[in-house]
């Protein structure tokens, strides 16, 4: 009897004029140039055998699947944004830049190399920021008006939401984040599409809605939520303001390994009546995160996760052909 595979729950992200997805084997970026043709670039979804292990281990694979994501994100966002560079210089009328020369494959591994840390580092500088201001603004402005610990807590929670909607607010404002956010509505509605059986036109894809379950931005209202929860615990009592940033740095891997797992609750829940509404408040979030796409827009989201299932199924079928490896 053959074994059967659980259906994959695609992920993707939006780039400048573009998107990413990312399948078993690859990930996938499509983007809209000036000339308005589709330039794609790919990854392959490989790693160690000890970080596929952890990313099987309950509240650990949050963290591993984060940073992972952070890391090779930021290839596909380089390429997009490098994309999206080269069209505004041939735009302006400046002299297009000469072709690069060519790179040996260890410059290529130290460049993926260096892009991808740089990636990592500034999602644990924004994740350490967003912890510590909220708290320490909150001690700075609430410190003995009362002795709740958990009334804190839910002051410093409703800090970090203010600060994260003050902050998409104004970023939205710029034409290249309206349109990022489009892009991301894009992504949405494609892996719904996908999701529900319906063929991947334009015309099936803009039927659907922009929000989903299993968004980051989802994910960032959960951060919070956990982390009232999580700082209201006896245990974890402060005297001053630098031993409640203590304690928030060092729960941080347990606030984000916490905040994964209800997601991933939340999604599995989500057809049933009563407690789909647990995935609400990160729904709500993605009402400013995501924006109806045009179809243009859909168009290139849909090329992109064409892409990478055509290129999914050839590695499958490299990956059982005798004598034969992966990209032979």
């Known amino acids: 009897m053959s074994e059967v595979k659980a259906p994959v729950a695609y992920g993707g992200q939006a780039v400048i004029e573009g998107v990413m997805f990312a399948g078993r084997t690859v990930n996938v970026t499509a983007v809209r140039k000036k000339d308005r043709s589709i330039a794609y670039f790919e990854s392959p979804r490989t790693e160690k055998a000890w970080v596929t292990k952890l990313k099987k ?11 992972d994501s952070s890391a090779k994100g930021s290839q596909h966002l380089n390429f ?7 069209g505004e210089a041939g735009e302006s009328g400046e002299v297009a830049p000469k072709e690069p020369e060519k790179k040996s494959m260890s410059d290529n591994l130290t460049m993926i190399l260096g892009v991808a840390v740089v990636g990592v580092l500034s999602f644990l500088a924004g994740k350490l920021i967003f912890t510590l201001v909220p708290a320490a603004l909150e001690s700075m402005l609430f410190e003995g008006s009362f002795e709740s610990i958990f009334l804190h807590n839910l002051i410093e929670g409703g800090i970090k939401l203010v600060l994260l909607i003050g902050y998409i607010l104004l970023i939205a404002q710029t034409p290249l984040i309206k349109r990022l956010f489009q892009y991301h509505g894009a992504e949405h509605k494609v892996i719904t599409a996908y999701e529900n059986g319906d063929p991947l036109t334009v015309e099936n894809v803009q039927k659907y809605n922009t929000l989903h379950y299993r968004c980051g931005s989802s994910f960032l209202v959960l951060t919070v939520l956990v982390g009232i929860l999580l700082y209201s615990l006896p245990i974890f009592t402060w005297d001053s303001i630098w031993e409640r940033l203590g304690i928030r740095i060092l729960l941080l891997p347990v606030v984000i390994g916490v905040s994964y797992e209800v997601l991933r609750f939340t999604n599995s829940v989500r057809d049933i009546p009563l407690l789909r509404y647990l995935g609400y408040p990160g729904l709500w979030l993605q009402l400013l995160t995501t924006k109806q796409p045009t179809d243009d827009q859909v168009e290139v989201a849909i090329a992109s996760f064409q892409r990478m299932l055509e290129a999914d199924r050839n590695n499958a079928v490299r990956l059982v052909e005798p004598g034969k490896a992966v990209g032979a």
């Not at 281990?57 to 940073?67: E, H, K, N, T």
């Not at 997009?80 to 080269?86: D, G, I, L, R």
């Open 57 to 67: 281990v309950p509240l650990l694979r949050g963290i591993v699947a984060l940073l």
């Open 80 to 86: 997009s944004a490098e994309s999206y560079a080269e």
